[in-house]
């Protein structure tokens, strides 16, 4: 009996020490969280007015926002050529101008803002003169290396602002793991140098495409196939729900440029023209003047109707079924010039 209540005894000591340590361990949680500090989040309204603020002035080449003032372009003729592949600045173009220089080989008029940090370009390679008429639209330097007689005769006569690589090769340079014709490079700084030598003017007194500040909803054509007739020279842009944009492919693989970025653009134009050979090196005639059908492939949409130009110092401009201006996302906008003759266009 004495046992039993010892027992007793011990078992309610047990419990109170259990009550009391279970009581300690609660004070202890609420002083705890009496300091901690939960962050509160604030509407932060400045911020919230900031990103819905309008944009005020867009750049004219690719409607990007800017708050300075407003830099003219310039223009740069790029290799194609496989041995000149993988090319350099391609992913930070404004706008580029696509078309088969000598069958089945396509050059790449390519134009860059003059506030974008381009730290290499090129292959740079000769000029054609329907490239030179399309420089024409912008009024900026055209950067090259050569040309064929009548692009050179042409700049020569009616160009201020030429920037041959044979009269200026100490804004271009030589890549030594390159090979012969394809390894010319030059960069934006060496481009503002050389206008800064020159004291040369450049404006951005072109006119400008209309843009629109967010892309539409989605539609159904989510690429376009512009067959150049050779394997490595087929070209595929397929369009991204998800990022909004075209990723660019040729010769059935991803099109990336040398430091490995892929080439994207917000816009892709089907210009189509007439163009012809006019020699036996396979050099062509290609009409950059006029009118012609078009199509425009952006926001996984398709828009048929025509392009305009109604002279050398126009901008070719893209226009609907019913007669009204096309507007483009903002962004890059690559344009592939195409005939009949030298491209098939599948969507």
């Known amino acids: 009996m004495l046992k039993i209540k010892k027992q007793r005894i011990n078992f309610i000591v047990l419990v109170v020490i259990m009550a009391f340590l279970l009581l300690g361990t609660i004070m202890v949680i609420i002083c705890n969280e009496r300091n901690i500090n939960i962050p509160i989040k604030q509407n932060d309204t400045s911020s919230d007015s900031e990103a819905q603020k309008p944009c005020e002035k867009i750049r004219k080449i690719d409607g990007l926002c800017i708050t300075g003032d407003e830099v003219g372009v310039y223009a740069v003729m790029i290799d194609n050529h496989v041995g000149a ?71 020569n006569a009616t160009y201020k602002f030429n920037f041959d690589e044979f009269y200026n090769g100490s804004y271009f340079y030589r890549d030594n793991y390159r090979s012969a014709p394809h390894n010319v490079f030059t960069s934006s700084a060496l481009i503002k140098k050389g206008i800064e030598d020159k004291n040369w003017e450049i404006k951005s007194d ?80 290609t009409k950059t003047i006029g009118s012609g059908q078009a199509l425009v492939f952006q926001n996984g949409q398709v828009i048929e109707g025509l392009w305009q130009r109604n002279s050398l110092g126009n901008r070719t401009k893209f226009f609907n079924k019913d007669g009204t201006e096309i507007v483009f996302n903002v962004g890059s906008t690559w344009i592939e010039v195409v005939s009949t003759e030298t491209a098939n266009v599948k969507y």
């Open 85 to 155: 592949r993988p090319q350099a600045g391609l992913n930070q173009a404004s706008l580029v101008y696509e078309t088969v220089v000598e069958s089945p080989i396509t050059r790449f008029l390519v134009v860059f803002s003059l506030d974008e940090d381009v730290a290499k370009i090129g292959p740079v390679r000769s000029a054609r003169p329907f490239y030179v008429d399309w420089t024409k639209e912008f009024n900026g330097l055209y950067a090259h290396v050569g040309g064929s007689n009548e692009a050179i005769e042409n700049l």
């Open 206 to 285: 072109f006119e400008s495409w209309k843009f629109r500040p967010e892309p539409e909803a989605d539609g159904a054509v989510l690429g376009v196939e512009i067959d150049f007739k050779t394997y490595d020279f087929l070209v595929r842009w397929e369009y991204d729900v998800v990022e909004k944009n075209y990723v660019r492919y040729q010769g059935h693989r991803l099109h990336a440029v040398s430091d490995g970025s892929d080439i994207l653009a917000a816009n892709i134009a089907v210009m189509y023209t007439t163009s012809s050979v006019i020699d036996s090196y396979g050099r062509r005639e």
